[in-house]
């Protein structure tokens, strides 16, 4: 096996989620359902839920300096912050100008990118774009959300599987090591836009008009979407493996979007990968969209589940539609 060198190597990682636990019992209490319905047809067993008080800057922030530290780099060393969020604090400024600010990354240009779950694929691609162009040296790549204050809390078909919290990635330039990203891979299909959206706030349905028509929340077709993430899941692994020699044989761990249990198991027979190579967390966070793949990385390598010598494969895939893959060699 002989893989393209990297440009781009992963420095360190870290993750947030708040401290209140919902459990599925606690959600049989708010809505029409129940522990073995949401277990069987999702995989989850609890999500974490943001206190009111709590912003997506404020968990973003907790999971930038914990992956600081584990690459042991400081706020002033980073050139660029970049946010994939659909529940930033704000329209504008954008969610990694307030990190930029509690951080105190001086040194740092900052903006947010918007693909939906596949939010974090997207920032690490860019950023990996602009180490590879030595337009910087240092990125810090997060995907965080507080999807809980956009779920309809009386819509079981929604509110049952969604999560918040924040994970976090120092992207820095390469050595001559062998380590860092190999390939990324990135789609999207706008043709799918209503499938899967949430229209509140924007210039389509400003905040008041939205609340009128009762579209200010998530809304999903949840057999429709569960089709195409499959779809495009695989579409995105076997892409990637091909262009770049590989089978999934090759691969040691997949680290797919959190979404639903079923369609991580249906990806994996898809693409022919051992489905004891697949990292799973949906049981204890739910759908945290941007944040499940960076969550997910941050928590494999501190348990050991991933470790240095590794080939990694990340996929994800959201609203949009938009999806990827990235390999990355430990
Ligand atoms: O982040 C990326 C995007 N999101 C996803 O990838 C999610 C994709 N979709 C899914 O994961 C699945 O479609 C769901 C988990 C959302 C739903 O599972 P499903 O197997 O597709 O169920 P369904 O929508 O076909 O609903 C089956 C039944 C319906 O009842 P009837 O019509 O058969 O009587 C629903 O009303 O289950 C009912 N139902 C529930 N029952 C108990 C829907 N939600 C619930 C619930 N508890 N929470």
Redesign the pocket.
């Known amino acids: 096996m002989s893989l393209k060198m990297p440009e781009t190597v992963l420095l360190g990682t870290g993750y947030e989620v708040p401290e209140k636990i919902l459990t599925n019992h606690d959600?049989e209490k708010m809505?029409?359902?129940?522990d073995q319905?949401?277990q069987e047809?999702?995989g989850i067993k609890e999500r974490r839920i943001a206190s009111s008080d709590l912003t997506t800057s404020e968990l973003c922030t907790r999971a930038a300096r914990k992956a600081l530290q584990d690459a042991n780099l400081q706020p002033e060393d980073i050139d660029l912050i970049l946010i994939g969020t659909v529940t930033g604090d704000a329209l504008f400024p954008s969610t990694a100008c307030y990190v930029q600010e509690k951080l105190g990354a001086c040194n740092a240009a900052a903006m947010d990118l918007q693909a939906?779950?596949a939010g974090f694929l997207y920032v690490s691609t860019v950023a990996d774009a602009f180490i590879i162009s030595g337009k910087a040296k240092v990125v810090l790549a997060i995907g965080g959300e507080i999807l809980s204050r956009i779920v309809d809390w009386n819509d079981?078909?929604?509110?049952?599987?969604f999560g918040d919290g924040a994970g976090a990635a120092i992207w820095g330039a390469a050595n001559d090591s062998g380590k860092g990203i190999i390939d990324t891979y990135m789609k999207s299909d706008g043709r799918l836009t209503e499938l899967?959206c949430s229209y509140g706030g924007g210039t389509n349905y400003p905040m008041q008009e939205a609340i009128e028509k009762n579209v200010q929340f998530i809304q999903?077709q949840?057999?429709e979407?569960?089709k195409s993430?499959v779809r495009a899941m695989s579409e995105a692994v076997l892409t990637i493996l091909k262009k770049n020699d590989l089978t999934g044989d090759d691969i040691d761990v997949l680290i797919p979007?959190q979404?639903?249990i079923?369609?991580m198991n249906a990806t994996v027979r898809k693409t022919k990968i051992d489905e004891n190579k697949v990292y799973v967390n949906v049981d204890r966070f739910g759908?945290t969209?941007a944040a499940?793949i960076p969550i997910a990385l941050a928590e494999a390598r501190q348990s050991g589940a991933i470790k240095a010598g590794q080939l990694v494969l990340l996929v994800s895939?959201?609203?949009g539609f938009t999806w990827g893959s990235l390999l990355l060699q430990l």
Not at 31 to 34: C, I, L, S
Not at 156 to 161: D, E, N, P
């Open positions: 959600l809505v029409d359902t129940n319905w949401i047809r999702t939906a779950c079981r078909s929604t509110c049952v599987l899967l999903m949840g057999q979407v569960f993430a979007h979404a639903n079923r369609i759908n969209s499940s895939f959201g609203g």
